[in-house]
């Protein structure tokens, strides 16, 4: 649905899965919008600043940084602890999620060409990258240690259900999988993430082209007049000549 009214829900929805921020991405350049985290209230994305050609080096600017992150955590040489490995994760990726989170705001409710190939171009490699991240034997091995004395951590009720859902979420990512195994769900993967932007850029153009078809003038009596030509001009965009359209 090409509505821009629909991006401050969607952001709404979006940012409050993500509430950790990170310094600025030194990498970027500073007239990019992601280089820094966001300064308006919820840090919602700065819509009127992004462009579409600031997306592709920011995620790739963030994957990076966030895999660096994941190493840095993952190759600890000190006992796993709540703070340097959960919360540590909780912590990474900052740059990718501010990312993501107008990407896909814009691709849900207010896209383009443009965005939508750079969607499928990487859809891929955010499989390959979440992979990385998730199959992680170092890593894993880290967060179990911590599951399995979680009673004994002296966590509270939000830390302890934290630490659970990061471990289940591992294992069912595939964490436990043999070499052999990891290596077919990493294909599985990259396939099931190319048809699931497929699938939704899909669905977003059957919505798009969703419409109300409108015999005669004397049916919009009521309306304003530029209404009443806006709709006439839809419907002979779509081969419909003297009939009006009404985009849903």
Partial sequence: MNRPQLLLIAA??????????????????????????STLQYGYPAFDKIKNEHFAPAFA????????????IADNKAAPTFDNTIVAMERSGALLTRVRTAFYTLTGSYTNDTLQALQKDLAPKFAAHGDAIRLNPKLFARIKTLHDKRDSLGLD????????????????????????????????????????????????????????????????????????????????????????????
């Fill in 157 to 248: 009720a939000e830390s302890k259900f934290l630490l659970e859902r990061y471990y289940k979420d591992f294992v069912r990512s595939g964490a436990n999988l043999s070499d052999a195994d990891k290596g077919k769900l990493k294909g599985y993967n990259a396939q099931l993430a190319a048809l699931q932007t497929q699938f939704s850029q899909n669905v977003l153009r059957e919505v798009n082209a969703s419409a109300f078809v409108v015999d005669t003038r004397e049916e919009l009596a009521g309306l304003p007049e530029k209404a009443i030509e806006a709709a006439a001009v839809e419907a002979k965009k779509r081969g419909l000549d003297g009939k009006f359209v009404i985009p849903v």
């Fill in 12 to 37: 709404s929805v979006a940012m409050a899965t993500f509430s950790f921020a990170q310094p600025a991405a030194a990498a970027l350049e500073a007239s990019n919008p992601f280089a820094k985290p």
């Fill in 61 to 72: 600017e963030g994957m990076r940084l966030e895999a660096a992150e994941v190493v840095k």
